[in-house]
Each structure stands twice: as structure tokens, then as C-alpha cells.
């Protein structure tokens, strides 16, 4: 017997309560939206569902990337990454100067594959686990109070790595799993699945944490003249 929308649901909620950054923030206020897939059969697809909670992932770190404040630390990048992670000069020295100076409690860490290197050690991921690697923390820093995630939509290079630093919950899934509708119609001979559903606007403070090398902030400095005259 397949399972229903509702019977998935559980299941799925069930993973997702261990995603904590996105399950259970403090709403604002919402809007309406949906995803959409194509398939070749009229039964509740799991995969559907999973595709729609990553669609929900992109926008709720899109828009947190979009509200981020910059916090610009120009250092030598390399050194950075070369320092031990309590070092002063190191990564997690930055994120403490930022707790200290702005009075901001740090509970979740973004970096892209570039910036990864800045954080040691990194643990194993779960094997067959039903969502992306990237949906799993890579560290939890119990004596900071931090978990560390690897973030596909960071776009930094060699020279620019961004780390962003979140006070609290981005998104929350209890809500909107619990308001979704999961609908089948017949377009052009195939199966549309539909999930509809409400997309939260939450409280949080998000800090970017640009470490740039040196001769960047130079080259910036100098584009910005040159751009003047």
C-alpha cells in the first residue's frame, strides 16, 4: 500500500526536526508559495517532497545572505587558514571578536568549500542519509555554542572567503509542514505534483564575515578611485 501525503509528512519532519537553523525559527510574517514537479506516475512521491524542502533551503539561505551586514576582516587569508582553530589570528578568533565587540551570540556557521578549510576538525557526514550532505552539520562546537554547515550558495574565491554567522533559526518547518498541501494534476499526458505551501519570514541578525587579503582591500581601494576620477 503506498503511503499517503500525510504519512510521509511524519517521516519527513521526523529528519528535519535535526535541522534546526531551518525547523524552527520565530515567524514575522509569511507568503504563499509552491513547487512544482513533472512525473510519469499519479502516487505521493517522496522525492517530490524531499525536492521541495531543498527548494525551501535555497530561498530561506538566499534571503539570509541577501539581509547579511558586513563585517570586513582584513587579514592574510592563507594565515587564516593556516592557524589552529583557537589560535588567535584563526577563524573562530574572528567569530569570539565579533561575539565580544557587537554583543552577537553566534549559533550557526555558514562557509562554502573555500572557506572550509579555515574550520579543523571537520567530522564525517551520516551515510544514506534522505537530503544533501550540506544539509548536516560539519562540526558542532559545544564549548562556543555553534554548529558549522557547508553552504553550496556562498559564492567567495581564493581571495574573498565569506563565513556567515546567524544569531537564530532562518526558516520554520514546523509550521510549514504542517500547512502543506500536496496536489496531483494531468498536464500534456503526465503527472504535475504540486506541494503548496508557506514560506516564513523570520527574527534573526546574520553577520558576513568577508576575510580579505590585504592586496584585495588594496586593489578595492584603488578601483574605487580610479572609478572616481
Known sequence: MRESFGEYKKTI???????????????????????????????????????????????????????????????????????????????????????KDLNFDSTYIFTSTNGQSMFLPIKSLPDNKPFPDYFYELQKYNNKGYDLYLCPNIDDNVDESFVYVIDKSIQSLVYSIQNMEYSINIVDGLYKHTINYDFYDCDFTCYKLIIRDLSKIRDIKIDKILNEN
Open 13 to 99: 519532519e521526523s529528519n528535519l526536526v535535526n535541522f534546526t537553523y531551518l525547523y524552527d525559527g520565530d515567524v514575522k510574517s509569511s507568503n504563499k508559495e509552491s513547487y512544482s514537479e513533472i512525473c510519469s506516475h499519479n502516487n505521493t512521491s517522496p522525492s517530490v517532497i524531499i525536492n521541495c524542502i531543498i527548494d525551501i533551503y535555497n530561498l530561506s539561505i538566499n534571503k539570509m545572505i541577501s539581509q547579511s551586514i558586513d563585517y570586513v576582516i582584513p587579514s592574510d587569508l592563507k594565515e587564516v587558514k593556516r592557524n589552529a582553530i583557537n589560535h588567535h589570528g584563526s577563524i573562530l578568533h574572528y567569530i569570539d571578536v565579533l561575539h
